[in-house]
């Protein structure tokens, strides 16, 4: 099984500004703007009302007709929905080929993280708080149940099994590459783990852990245990176990091969990460120990 961080919302070249955390610990994760898609932010159902709350964030670049990228597209509150849909994630290009070359397929997951700043309603409109820090920080995710090329479906709009599919903004205009849709399992499930490994010590899960969760969702309250950024630091430096760091191990997180981007300390490993990549993959044949981190992450 491997685990994707993807990168995805609104951030400083896409919208030009944070997704908010709101006073009393909810989050929600702008979708980017896209001129392409067939929906538009007043479209999108959520509270409190997205269009005020980018309007006000982006400084009046955005408005209610303004076409929005909702990619990934994982509740189904978000817009009135066909009764066969599953939550979605769309990606092309360079990363859907970083992807394809490490051989993500059904049953990986991605995790989905993005810019996040405190706001609050002043005066009736909402601003960012001063001083806040800039946070990436986890806000949802998709374990990978079918892979899906958008030229094939295309090719065949009748397919009842795919027709639903094609509302989804990585259906609409050109992209670059290999253009792909990843549909959510129905629930989530874990790969089974091995109780111990020979180059490994300590225990291991004998099986997966998590019931109850969906196969894609959403994170709608920040904890610190889901915040990447290393207190203190700019949002691109992480902080994170220290299980994760490379040394000794067969592979490492995509991108992150140079070792001096790794500080270890007694307690957790500081992370530079890469200034723009989307999809970093990690391969848990190499890192077992994540099991017990992702469960964690929907404590």
């Not at 191990?249 to 307690?267: A, E, I, K, P």
């Amino acid at each position: 099984m491997k685990i994707i961080f993807s990168r995805k919302g609104v951030d400083s070249s896409s919208g030009g500004f944070a997704s908010p955390l709101f006073a009393d610990g909810s989050m929600f994760s702008v979708p980017i703007p896209d001129p392409r898609s067939p929906l538009c932010y007043g479209d999108i159902d959520s509270d409190p009302d997205l269009v005020k709350l980018v309007s006000n964030l982006s400084g009046g670049s955005i408005k209610r007709k303004t076409r929005v990228h909702l990619d990934p597209d994982l509740e189904a509150r978000s817009i009135p929905r066909d009764e066969q849909w599953r939550p979605l994630f769309g990606q092309c290009g360079a990363a859907q080929s970083h992807l394809d070359k490490l051989g993500v397929e059904a049953g990986d997951l991605f995790i989905f993280f993005g810019w996040f700043k405190q706001v609050e309603l002043v005066r009736r409109k909402w601003r960012y708080v001063s001083g806040a820090p800039d946070l990436h920080v986890i806000f949802g995710w998709l374990q990978v149940d079918r892979i899906v090329g958008v030229n094939d479906l295309l090719l065949a709009p009748g397919t009842k099994q795919t027709q639903w599919l094609q509302y989804h903004p990585h259906c609409h205009g050109k992209f670059s590459g290999v253009n792909t849709i990843y549909q959510a399992k129905r629930t989530l499930s874990l790969a089974d783990a091995w109780l111990s490994d020979p180059g490994l010590s300590g225990p291991r899960l004998s099986g997966p852990r998590l019931s109850g969760h969906g196969g894609a969702g959403v994170f709608r309250h920040y904890a610190k245990h889901r915040q990447l950024t290393a207190p203190g630091h700019s949002r691109s430096v992480w902080c994170v176990p220290n299980w994760m760091h490379p040394k000794g191990r067969d592979s490492t997180l995509s991108y992150h091969t140079d070792l001096s981007r790794w500080t270890r300390n007694s307690q957790s490993t500081e992370l530079r990460s890469v200034a723009r990549g989307q999809e970093f993959v990690l391969d848990l044949d190499h890192y077992p120990e994540a099991y017990d981190w992702l469960q964690a992450l929907w404590a």
